[in-house]
């Protein structure tokens, strides 16, 4: 019998890039996926959350581990390969890649998701920009020989790579768009044709706590959707203030989520009693036994995890009223 999603999750759970991996499925659900269309896509702004879903194809990519379909249509549909290998240009790996339809227009939109930890230049060792663009342009000449053949460029079709980047500051919260700008600078033509086949989409959501909610209604969304928050004010958010359905996939995943979430800060306090202890005995001074304890305070560990290891309430006592 096939392995429903939460399944697969807790099966994946001692994965080293599992956190990374869960916020991918994550962000991979059709309800999800359908917000950040609306939202950060101009083509689908005017158009109701429900309309839009139903414009997702079901070719849904993943470049992670492989699960099965998802269980409804609501979730997430296709998991394949998102490798994209031109000869002679190398291999790279797209977090999320699936194809959007304009039922209106009858346009196809290829649509690329990234969740980025970092938008820090220091950090990445380049500029972001420039990676969106590398993956938009792979992105259109990947076209050649599928959506289009020969030399008939007019049946290019759009591509929108949008980049959630998790590492904002607390008034960094924003949306910035890249694209094509025609700029007539010389003589009098006028040429009318908008070249907007590309186009990146940069949304910056905080990772502080105690934020106050963004005015941006997508951003305020994710903020909420990949916080530490208790599991059932988040379902209850998402459901009351988003009108998401809790589906047994997108509760699954936001469950794994939050598990995740609190082994990572549980593992954080571990290693900040061992390097106070350590630090403490290996000075074998007051000093250093005080500021051990205060180390050990600001990892999030109790006043019994501190005096199991040997520190005495004479000394936390100086650090705790």
Avoid at 54 to 73: F, R, T, V, Y
Avoid at 216 to 223: P, T, V, Y
Avoid at 275 to 292: L, Q, S, V, W, Y
Wanted: one cysteine or more; proline letters at 2%; aromatic letters at 6%.
């Amino acid at each position: 019998m096939a392995q429903t999603y939460l399944s697969q999750a807790v099966d994946a759970a001692n994965d080293a890039g599992t956190y990374d991996t869960n916020v991918k499925f994550l962000l991979a659900d059709r309800q999800i996926l359908a917000r950040i269309l609306k939202y950060a896509v101009s083509e689908f702004q005017d158009m109701p959350i429900n309309e839009i879903m139903s414009c997702i194809g079901n070719d849904i990519e993943i470049g992670s581990k492989p699960l099965d379909a998802g269980l409804s249509n609501l979730g997430r549909i296709k998991d394949s390969n998102t490798e994209d290998n031109i000869p002679g240009e190398g291999i790279i790996f797209y977090d999320i890649r699936f194809t959007a339809y304009h039922r209106q227009s009858e346009m196809k939109i290829l649509i690329n998701v990234e969740a980025q930890k970092s938008s820090d230049p220091s950090s990445l060792g380049y500029h972001l920009e420039n990676r969106i663009v590398f993956y938009m342009a792979r992105m259109i000449s990947a076209q050649k020989q599928t959506e289009f053949f020969h030399s008939d460029y007019d049946s290019l079709k759009k591509v929108r790579s949008i980049w959630i980047c998790m590492d904002s500051s607390d008034d960094g919260d924003s949306i910035i768009e890249l694209g094509f700008k025609n700029k007539n600078v010389f003589g009098n033509r006028s040429d009318s044709y908008h070249t907007d086949l590309m186009k990146g989409i940069i949304i910056n959501i905080r990772n502080g706590e105690n934020l106050k909610a963004s005015q941006n209604i997508l951003i305020d969304m994710l903020e909420k959707l990949l916080s530490q928050m208790d599991t059932v004010e988040k379902k209850r958010l998402l459901t009351k203030d988003y009108g998401m359905i809790m589906t047994a996939e997108l509760e699954g995943r936001i469950q794994i989520m939050c598990n995740l979430s609190e082994n990572i800060e549980a593992k954080g306090i571990e290693k900040g009693i061992e390097k106070g202890i350590e630090k403490g005995i290996e000075k074998g001074i007051e000093t250093e036994r005080i500021n051990a304890i205060k180390r050990m305070l600001k990892a999030g560990a109790t006043k019994e995890q501190i005096l199991s290891y040997g520190y005495t309430e004479k000394e936390l006592s100086q650090l705790t009223p």
